[in-house]
């Protein structure tokens, strides 16, 4: 079966979707992105099995690979393990190229030609491990992977040696070559191992003095040895069985906590272990994953937080605990952003940009892969604090509700959110005061002209953006635009004034009647309105100062008197224009 695929031209830059030629072995699959306007169409054809990665059917013993665009990093995908056109938010080109052991042949379709097994030695030099070939001949460790045996031999590439630091390869050349043939030999396993049987958590004995190596086989498929990654596995010889990795590894003998007590970078920290009492944990069998903070971490935490913290048992320990995962998790294990359960109970999101491993979104992390036979630690240079150990203030600091947090601190609330006190904030979200009610509210503390104070005058209008109008009151020391008195000279700008006013703006909002209606310390006084057939007059758009007696005004009168004020006409009517000015 065939599925056709439209290619698209736009001018002269093809935006083509392609089967490209099948050269040495490889079909190359190039993915360019979409056009919306087409000047150009053709149609080619490719098999449906190319585009979910399933070539096995139409091309025998064809394997797919992923490469991270622009740098030579390869991903064995297969149909289970597919990293959906990107790996560490990079783009990727998918190629196909035969699978280990085959060959093309002119004219067949894949690659049906089995090759001959060879020997471990021979399969170095053909897989991509030619300097480790080199090296295994310079260790006299030839005779031994030529000859008869059964062995697992994890070969570091050509580019792993080409990394390693001229002073540790030189210290293993040197010697009379023993250290580069025990180097060697901690990359052996004596028995054949395929990669479906290394087993995440798993280790073997090496030929090393039978010191173990560690191997972690994760659910996205990646398979490491001591964090180094397989990048060519499941390469077949004679004797034995090839697994290229992309690092040269070497044994490990300390625990986390001994690596931290040795290394001065990690002074502050192995003091705030020690503090919290975690230092057991980390001495004690376990596959966890510490994020460590390096000294300068913590020096860019003001003082005055850190001490805070340090000085807190419980916040302490959860600081602590949330740069500890469950599980061990080297660098290369990582191909996107994935929550991850720290030891605190909440998450961390661990992922990558490009080459580098990020928390949190964040590339924080200066060192990856120290191992240690109870985890690996990565050193980072921002230290992490959970919400557990944050005071309340520190919570709202939250770009999200920054404005609420700008207005608790400016309404004097500074020492509740940042003591010991058991409470909680309603914060409300930043778009809160974006939305329609804090949009109009704001909207009506803005005029539609530019004004000077010292133009106003006693019952002029004023219209607003929010298109209400607000009344301007003139009085012997205070000049007011309704409930709101300006307090200090105007600020004139290139097109704008400012004026300062001591109140938020409150537009009227509707006449006397509505607002005494709407408001039950005013029940005996609409009563008395009502009695005195005055509620008229009130419902008029006119112009009023009411003084305005509540409920309780009303209870400090004499029984009688009350009684009488609410049956009499008159007597009512002449009480409520007492508190009337027009």
Same mark, same amino acid.
Not at 174 to 184: F, G, P, Q, T
Not at 248 to 261: G, K, R
Not at 530 to 545: D, I, R, S, W, Y
């Given at each position: 079966m065939r599925v056709c695929v439209l290619h698209r031209r736009l001018g002269r830059q093809p935006v083509q979707i392609s089967l490209g030629s099948k050269l040495c072995g490889v079909v190359r699959l190039n993915i360019y992105p979409y056009a919306d306007r087409t000047t150009h169409n053709e149609t080619i054809c490719m098999p449906t099995e190319i585009t979910t990665l399933c070539l096995s059917e139409f091309e025998p013993n064809v394997c797919a690979m992923q490469q991270i665009k622009g740098t030579s990093k390869k991903y064995f995908t297969n149909c289970k393990q597919w990293y959906h056109r990107k790996i560490c938010g990079k783009p990727t080109v998918i190629t196909y190229e035969c699978c280990p052991g085959y060959e093309k042949i002119p004219g067949e379709k894949g690659c049906p030609a089995a090759l001959p097994l060879v020997n471990i030695y021979s399969t170095l030099g053909m897989v991509g491990a030619s300097t480790t070939q080199m090296y295994s001949d310079r260790a006299q460790l030839?005779?031994?992977?030529?000859?008869?045996?059964?062995? @697992?031999?994890?070969?570091?590439?050509?580019?792993?040696?080409?990394?390693?630091?001229?002073?540790?390869?030189?210290?293993?050349?040197?010697?009379?070559?023993?250290?580069?043939?025990?180097?060697?030999?901690?990359?052996?396993?004596? *028995? *054949?191992?395929?990669?479906?049987?290394?087993?995440?958590?798993?280790?073997?004995?090496?030929?090393?003095?039978?010191?173990?190596?560690?191997?972690?086989?994760?659910?996205?498929?990646?398979?490491?040895?001591?964090? =180094? *990654?397989?990048?060519? $596995?499941?390469?077949?010889?004679?004797?034995?069985i090839v697994h290229v990795v992309?690092?040269?590894? /070497?044994? &490990?003998?300390?625990?986390? #906590?001994?690596?931290?007590?040795?290394?001065?970078?990690?002074?502050?920290?192995r003091t705030a272990f020690a503090a919290a009492g975690l230092t057991t944990m980390l001495e004690n069998e376990g596959h966890y994953t510490v994020f460590a903070p390096t000294n300068d971490a913590f020096e860019k935490i003001p003082r005055e937080t850190l001490n805070r913290i340090l000085g807190d048992p419980i916040a302490l320990k959860d600081l602590l605990n949330y740069h500890i995962l469950k599980n061990m998790h080297c660098a290369e294990s990582i191909v996107s952003g994935t929550p991850m359960e720290t030891l605190q109970g909440t998450m961390l999101e661990v992922g990558c940009?490009?080459?580098?491993? @990020?928390?949190?979104?964040?590339? &924080?992390?200066?060192?990856?892969? #120290?191992?240690?036979?109870?985890?690996?630690?990565?050193? &980072?240079?921002?230290?992490?604090? $959970?919400?557990?150990?944050? @005071?309340?203030?520190?919570?709202?600091?939250?770009?999200?509700?920054?404005?609420?947090?700008?207005?608790?601190?400016?309404?004097?609330?500074? $020492?509740?959110?940042?003591?010991?006190?058991?409470?909680?904030?309603?914060?409300?979200?930043?778009?809160?005061?974006?939305?329609?009610?804090?949009?109009?509210?704001?909207?009506?503390?803005?005029?539609?002209?530019?004004?000077?104070?010292?133009?106003?005058?006693?019952?002029?209008?004023?219209?607003?953006?929010?298109?209400?109008?607000?009344?301007?009151?003139?009085?012997?020391?205070?000049?007011?635009?309704?409930?709101?008195?300006?307090?200090?000279?105007?600020?004139?700008?290139?097109? =704008? @004034?400012?004026?300062?006013?001591?109140?938020?703006?409150?537009?009227?909002?509707?006449?006397?009647?509505?607002?005494?209606?709407?408001?039950? *310390?005013?029940? /005996?006084?609409?009563?008395?309105?009502?009695?005195?057939?005055?509620?008229?007059?009130?419902?008029? #758009?006119?112009?009023?100062?009411?003084?305005? $007696?509540?409920?309780?005004?009303?209870?400090?009168?004499?029984?009688?008197?009350?009684?009488?004020l609410m049956r009499e006409f008159c007597s009512t009517t002449q009480l409520l224009f007492i508190h009337i000015l027009n």
């Open positions: 030839r005779e031994e992977i030529e000859g008869p045996g059964s062995f @697992t031999f994890f070969a570091p590439s050509n580019k792993a040696w080409e990394s390693l630091p001229t002073e540790i390869l030189d210290a293993l050349v040197s010697n009379v070559n023993i250290e580069l043939l025990n180097a060697l030999h901690y990359h052996m396993v004596s *028995r *054949r191992l395929t990669s479906e049987e290394l087993k995440h958590g798993s280790t073997f004995s090496s030929m090393y003095q039978d010191a173990p190596v560690h191997i972690h086989h994760y659910s996205n498929g990646i398979v490491t040895v001591n964090c =180094a *990654r397989l990048v060519k $596995p499941d390469q077949h010889a004679t004797n034995g992309d690092r040269v590894i /070497t044994a &490990i003998s300390n625990n986390m #906590q001994s690596i931290i007590d040795i290394d001065d970078d990690l002074e502050t920290l940009d490009g080459e580098h491993m @990020t928390l949190n979104g964040k590339a &924080i992390i200066t060192k990856t892969d #120290q191992l240690a036979t109870n985890g690996v630690i990565h050193y &980072i240079g921002e230290l992490l604090i $959970p919400d557990s150990a944050k @005071t309340l203030l520190e919570l709202a600091e939250s770009s999200s509700v920054s404005t609420a947090t700008r207005m608790f601190v400016e309404a004097g609330l500074t $020492p509740h959110l940042t003591g010991s006190e058991a409470l909680t904030m309603l914060a409300p979200l930043n778009d809160a005061f974006k939305g329609n009610v804090m949009r109009k509210l704001m909207s009506n503390h803005v005029l539609k002209e530019q004004l000077s104070s010292k133009a106003l005058y006693h019952g002029q209008e004023l219209e607003t953006l929010g298109g209400l109008k607000l009344r301007v009151f003139v009085y012997r020391k205070n000049l007011c635009i309704e409930n709101a008195c300006i307090a200090a000279h105007d600020k004139v700008g290139r097109y =704008a @004034t400012m004026f300062t006013v001591d109140k938020v703006i409150t537009p009227p909002m509707g006449n006397i009647m509505d607002v005494l209606k709407a408001d039950d *310390r005013f029940i /005996t006084l609409v009563n008395a309105i009502q009695t005195a057939g005055m509620t008229e007059l009130l419902n008029q #758009q006119k112009v009023f100062t009411f003084f305005a $007696p509540t409920n309780d005004a009303f209870n400090e009168l004499p029984q009688d008197e009350r009684n009488r």
